[in-house]
């Protein structure tokens, strides 16, 4: 008889959890969920992993709707406790950070310095590195191409940041650069630290193992830091119109932001992880190899415009049509980095997608799939996608 007398409850447990499913997906405003992995009945995607929502865009438009148009709510970025708190409290990583103010300014002023870097400014900077580069590559008859893009990517952004020119790619700086980056982005992965899985841990007082790594990390690279600004401000690059000398000036509004120059160390120091000018040469050293059938004409279009007493230079462009198609196609083929870096949504909000609206809650994590963008709306090799993970996930595709 109680078996019997349970039958109504249970019934009725269901139909509750049913109907809390269902709704999951939609919010007071009628605006659903975006579809995303199949998940368990009733549970939906509860056990998985991550908790917060991962969103997944492959369409070219919704991307600029959201990260352009709605920049406001969506220019955050995801955090990790380890980072936060302990291998960058001072958010001098201020691109990988939360959206404040310090996020803001480096912002504004990074715009102004890629004003300067569109109209020209470090054109004769890159030309001198691709004909170092070009001498280096005949020296040794392409022995060491590898390490030679490398160097010549590190060096155009250390020098135009800090004045640091690397001509042969062993300078004791530069290595310092490659060294404390390596460690950064070894600290900033979601395994470097018991404390990204378990938080509550950090309350444990002393000098615990991870507090010690992060300083010994933090205390390395601002040692580095501090060199390179003395080097661009008042030491022997003093007179260059450098990046850190325009972040370190006084007279502007923002005042002296010499601190925020740490980001540029982090992009000048990744040939080891793989900078994203190198990593398109490499791909365009793979193309040729791949498919040489190509380069012929490649070469008899610079052959006509060029000639053969000069090297080619920025005013060619225009006037290298599939030079220019080969540039793109390189970039398009295989992107540096084919998922994007990550954003975090900041507020509700809902994005209509062919003629559904769907909602984004606070928290989420925003990815702009490189790679789909580009086949999807060149090629059209893969339809677009808008997947999300998370509690109260659907499955399907867009």
């Not at 005949?138 to 155009?156: C, Q, V």
């Not at 060619?316 to 220019?324: A, G, M, N, T, W």
Request: charged letters at 20%.
């Amino acid at each position: 008889m109680d078996g019997l007398r349970l039958q109504p409850v249970t019934v009725a447990a269901f139909a509750l959890l049913g109907g809390l499913y269902l709704l999951r997906s939609h919010t007071a405003s009628g605006a659903r969920r975006p579809p995303g992995p199949p998940g368990l009945p009733l549970l939906g995607n509860i056990l998985q992993i991550p908790v917060k929502p991962v969103f997944l865009i492959g369409d070219i438009r919704l991307a600029k709707e959201i990260l352009e148009k709605r920049s406001a709510k969506f220019s955050s970025r995801p955090t990790m406790p380890y980072v936060r708190d302990h291998l960058d409290p001072a958010q001098v990583y201020w691109a990988l950070g939360k959206q404040n103010e310090t996020h803001f300014i480096a912002r504004k002023l990074t715009t102004g310095l890629m004003v300067a870097v569109r109209a020209g400014e470090t054109e004769p900077l890159q030309q001198f590195e691709a004909l170092l580069n070009i001498t280096y590559l005949i020296d040794d008859r392409g022995k060491n191409w590898f390490h030679h893009i490398d160097r010549a990517s590190a060096s155009m952004v250390l020098a135009a940041a800090f004045g640091l020119h690397c001509p042969t790619g062993q300078e004791p700086d530069l290595k310092e650069v490659i060294a404390c980056t390596a460690e950064a982005v070894r600290l900033a992965t979601p395994s470097a630290s018991i404390i990204n899985v378990l938080p509550f841990l950090d309350i444990i007082p002393g000098p615990m193992p991870w507090r010690k790594r992060a300083q010994n990390c933090r205390k390395r690279e601002d040692a580095l830091y501090d060199r390179l600004i003395t080097r661009a401000v008042c030491g022997e690059a003093s007179g260059m119109n450098t990046w850190a000398a325009a972040f370190a000036k006084e007279d502007k509004p923002e005042g002296d932001q010499r601190r925020l120059m740490n980001q540029f160390t982090i992009v000048g120091g990744l040939p080891q992880s793989r900078l994203h000018t190198a990593i398109s040469m490499h791909t365009f050293i793979l193309a040729c190899i791949l498919y040489p059938e190509w380069i012929p004409r490649a070469q008899r279009e610079i052959d006509a415009i060029v000639g053969e007493d000069r090297l080619p230079s920025f005013k060619d462009r225009p006037h290298l049509p599939f030079v220019e198609a080969i540039v793109r196609e390189t970039l398009r083929w295989r992107p540096a980095v084919r998922f994007g870096i990550p954003h975090q949504s900041t507020a509700d909000d809902a994005v209509e997608y062919k003629g559904q609206e769907y909602f984004i809650p606070k928290g989420s994590i925003i990815f702009a799939v490189t790679w789909s963008v580009l086949y999807s709306w060149n090629v059209l090799l893969h339809p677009p996608t808008f997947f999300v993970q998370g509690n109260g996930a659907q499955s399907g595709k867009i």
